[in-house]
């Protein structure tokens, strides 16, 4: 049976991954809020519905790749996972999501880097996009992982 067919998986993906992608997603998007020219926006209520935004679309990305890699690896029941193929390909898919999705909306205007962003040279995209891309679902996988989680 495939893993979506177990309502443990979505139990772990609903439950546990998600709220801790969404609690890591946060806290990145305003620690990387000074790499961009959002930062300078003289209106705090503009700025703090782009954070919202950014959260929950970072929520809707890590989710989706974790979807994916679990069709992808062709997962069964959560117990019989395999977590380590199942981790690379979130990251992989995250990773070339948001290449993509840099390079559109830094050149359509969407958004803009600040002179503090770091940009990775070949790619044009930031490195703290990149970093979120390949640290917070890892996190939010591990932490959603762990049994002795009081927030469990």
Known sequence: ???????????????????????????????????????????????????????????????AALVGALTICQANEPARWPRAKIVVWMVLLTVSYTILSERYNVAHGSW???????IIPLIGVGLSPLLQWLLIPIAAWRWAQDKKDPCS
């Open 1 to 63: 049976m495939n893993w979506h067919m177990h309502k443990d998986s979505w139990s772990f993906i609903l439950k546990r991954y998600l709220p801790r992608l969404l609690l890591l997603s946060l806290a990145w998007e305003i620690l990387q809020l000074p790499l961009y020219t959002l930062a300078s926006e003289p209106r705090a209520a503009w700025v703090a519905y782009a954070i919202a935004h950014c959260t929950v679309g970072d929520a809707m990305i890590g989710t």
């Open 112 to 118: 803009a880097y600040s002179s503090w962003m770091p």
